[in-house]
């Protein structure tokens, strides 16, 4: 593992969690879909059947909605004074499930603060889930904790999310070292890229597309472009003018990215009103094709413990040695305890010959 | 990634045979007749007509979450995690633990590629959601993938929501195993230096990627089947600390545990992990713990009486330290001729690597990197090759026993002498 490049690669972030804009666009389609789908099948099989059915979000519907809730749970994050990493993760988080599950299925609401939550976990910032839960009236711990689960398997159990503002550290003091600019600029230009690094990344698709290091200087290209190509002229010094303007041409699609978001929407989103003319609507629809049986995640949760205790019931009833694999249910099960037996019966080793 | 088409396909043919809909049996709906969100959708159902099935009509859809539970049609998360969950077949259970159950598990694709898959029981005590623990050790080994550390290989979720780890197996058992046992296992200078660089390379990888182990010793330090020692037990890592934000100092176990952090630092680096390090070194020549102290007072006293008592002299500002408590008397470093007495077989070169890492001050501690650049490696006698260096048989258990403890805690007569839990209160 010799370069940095090399060890990103092998990082979560860009294993599971990095997607070409065509390929997410196809997720996102078809996570969208498949809610629809399931959620038709189900209020259509509902006695009576519901009829017609509601119109259902789609994926650009979802996509507005998702920037809505996001800022919604920064302001949230930003009221616990959490550090802005774990905001961040936070939200990355929020935004990674909603890849995979659509905001019909499960209540973006309540998700929001499981992911505070869970990001407090998951960056090593223990908070009392009491504590947590006290800090916000109408909500309880039983509803932080309820999505949990479903969180950590949404966010295919990777914890561990590359924020850009380290980078962004780096630079400055690169910045400094190579002395040209007075140190009012440098102040200038560093606060102003650190708000776009709190906001603009976590309301686009950023993280998907790009390494916290570009997208550290998209910002620092947005805040102050001159510094941007003294840090490229240096890092490229010696190298063919082709290899530099590679690198820019990346730099400068995720700056168009993040301005599509810059720090100065955060007002648009909070209380301006077109932003409640559009969003009011988009809550409206969603609030009648979401899935009823997941508004109660509460419910769900213990839907859920409770058919797993049975399924440990039944297991110590018959004690039988294929329950391990446990992995289908119903009638498939007993196909492969079968088989298995069969092995076992017949002297086979089921796993295979010795190392 | 066309393989989520596939994946689409497989989930429409299964909606096709699976029921749609369980009838309510639990309790657990009673009452939750909630005033439907679909009130208007559902009451233009009822002027419709009965559904075809002859059942009465009602007037709203009512919200039933053990359907939900139990329903087989699986949205795109829950697709992929059937899919990991496939790829492995769980076999034989190798033991039974508190905190988690280890199975033996192959691949389906390649029946000889045998894995351990740890269970993680749901903790019903721990009422604060997923244990942190769990979450440490998945965060750090996601991220981590070199030959001297365990792989995980995946994660999946059972139907029940227990976590399922997907480790390497690893049937060799640890080096506490080997180092215990005097009577069949004999080795030399040249194993330790195979073992200590293998250690070395998996910790310097840590620290190149920012994490902290903080539980290094020796049955942390398990033996795959080809003889690579493999640094497992992550439960107490974490990444590096910003300077603003404190950690804890009450991680690694005591005989383990460097002196800054039994003085209470809060801000520390990767030379606690050093210092672990530097003394499993040494208990790999004498085969007995170097440090082992019985409370937190006696580690500390046991440490000035085997490197010397910290003073401002040989480690400025450690008197500032929260827990620093003023020695009785100051017994002054131990010199080079000390440490060859005891650790001579590691030779000249060796013994100064072992007192580079056991620097009272951390910031003249030996890094990781620097271990590895050490004279040492490059003197005879040359590390063992990996396939010749010495085993045990009953490795298997160990294995089993080293995974199925919890996290930063040994459960045999040692757990008392182990950082059992963090304090996250004060961490904050």
């Known amino acids: 593992m010799a370069t940095e490049d090399v060890r990103y690669r092998q ?58 809730y996001i800022v919604d749970l920064l302001r949230a994050a ?38 505070i939550f869970f990001a407090c976990k998951a960056e090593g910032y223990f908070y009392r889930i009491q504590k947590f839960a006290d800090k916000f009236p109408g909500i309880t711990s039983e509803e932080v ?11 295919r159990f990777a914890f561990d999310v590359r924020h850009p503002y380290r980078s962004l550290e780096g630079a400055m003091m690169e910045l400094r070292r190579l002395g040209d600019f007075d140190e009012k600029r440098l102040v200038r230009a560093h606060g102003r890229a650190r708000d776009i690094l709190k906001f603009s990344p976590l309301l686009t698709d950023a993280y998907f597309h790009y390494t916290p290091s570009q997208i550290m200087f998209g910002a620092l290209a947005m805040a102050d472009e001159g510094l941007l190509q003294r840090l490229l002229r240096d890092a490229f010094a010696g190298q063919s003018e082709s290899a530099k303007n590679q690198v820019l041409e990346i730099v400068q699609n995720c700056r168009a990215m993040l301005e599509k978001e810059p720090p100065e929407r955060r007002t648009t989103y909070w209380d301006a009103s077109a932003s409640k003319e559009t969003m009011k609507p988009l809550n409206k629809k969603l609030k009648k094709c979401r899935d009823p049986d997941r508004v109660d995640l509460v419910a769900l949760q213990k839907a859920r413990r409770e058919q797993a205790l049975q399924k440990v019931k039944a297991k110590t009833a018959t004690k039988e040695d294929g329950d391990v694999f446990g992995t289908s249910n119903g009638a498939k099960i007993d196909d492969e305890r079968g088989a298995k037996r069969r092995r076992v019966a017949e002297g086979g080793d089921m796993f295979g010959p010795p190392m | 990634m066309e393989s989520y088409s596939r994946r689409g396909q497989t989930h429409r043919r299964k909606m096709a045979v699976s029921p749609l809909i369980v009838p309510p049996t639990s309790a657990l709906q009673n009452g939750r007749a909630v005033s439907s969100p679909l009130k208007n959708a559902a009451s233009n159902a009822a002027s419709a007509q009965a559904s075809s099935n002859g059942t009465p009509v009602a007037t709203q859809v009512v919200p039933n979450a053990a359907a939900a539970a139990q329903s087989t049609s699986l949205d795109l998360a829950e697709q992929l995690n059937e899919e990991e969950k496939r790829k492995y077949a769980k076999g034989k259970k190798l033991g039974e633990g508190t905190y988690a159950n280890v199975y033996l598990g192959f691949l389906r694709s390649d029946p000889n590629q045998l894995v351990a898959i740890k269970k993680i029981k749901i903790n019903k005590e721990f009422t604060e959601g997923m244990a942190p623990d769990a979450v440490r050790e998945i965060k750090h080994l996601q991220e981590l993938s070199h030959p001297n550390i365990i792989t995980l290989h995946s994660v999946f979720s059972s139907k029940d929501q227990n976590l399922n780890l997907v480790l390497e197996y690893l049937p060799r058992g640890d080096l506490e195993m080997l180092i215990r046992d005097t009577e069949n296992i004999r080795y030399g200078a040249a194993d330790i230096k195979a073992w200590m660089g293998m250690l070395t390379r998996a910790i310097w990888f840590c620290h190149e990627n920012f994490v902290l182990h903080r539980d290094i010793k020796p049955n942390n330090l398990l033996i795959a089947a080809d ?49 672990s390090v530097g003394l499993v070194l040494a208990e790999l020549v004498i085969r007995t713990p170097y440090i082992a102290g019985n409370s937190e007072f006696n580690q500390v006293e046991l440490i000035c009486q085997a490197v010397g008592t910290p003073t401002e002299d040989n480690w400025p500002g450690v008197t500032t330290l929260p827990n620093y408590t003023n020695a009785k008397e100051v017994i002054p470093l131990r010199g080079r001729d000390h440490y060859m007495s005891l650790f001579g077989t590691l030779g000249v070169e060796g013994v100064d690597l072992l007192m580079k890492t056991l620097s009272l001050d951390p910031k003249k501690r030996i890094t990781a990197r620097d271990m590895l650049k050490h004279d040492w490696w490059h003197k005879d006698p040359r590390p063992t090759r990996k396939q010749d260096l010495p085993n045990k048989s009953g490795g298997q258990a160990k294995l089993t026993e080293d995974l199925k403890r919890r996290p930063g805690v040994v459960d045999d007569d040692r757990g008392s002498k182990v950082a059992r839990k963090l304090d996250f209160g004060a961490a904050k």
Not at chain 1, 12 to 23: A, E
Request: hydrophobic share 40%; glycine share 4%; aromatic share 12%.
């Open chain 1, 11 to 68: 990082s979560s972030q860009y294993r599971l969690w990095s997607f070409s804009p065509s390929h997410l666009q196809t997720l996102r389609e078809k996570t969208t879909s498949l809610a629809a789908t399931n959620i038709s099948n189900r209020l259509r099989a509902s006695s009576p059947p519901v009829d017609p059915l509601p119109d259902f979000l789609t994926p650009a519907d979802e996509a507005m909605l998702l920037n809505f």
């Open chain 1, 78 to 115: 930003q009221f616990l004074e959490l550090p802005s990493e774990i905001q961040a993760t936070a939200a990355i988080f929020f935004r990674r499930f909603y890849v995979t599950h659509s905001l019909m299925t499960y209540p973006p609401r309540a998700l929001t603060m499981t992911c």
């Open chain 1, 145 to 155: 904790l309820a999505a949990e689960y479903v969180l950590c398997q949404g966010l």
């Open chain 2, 227 to 275: 003889g690579e020692v493999k640094l497992a037990d992550f439960g107490l890592a974490r990444s590096f600390s910003d300077p603003y934000r404190p950690m804890t100092s009450n991680v690694i176990t005591r005989w383990y545990r460097p002196p800054e952090l039994l003085f209470g630092a809060r801000h520390y680096s990767g030379a606690v992990d050093i210092w």
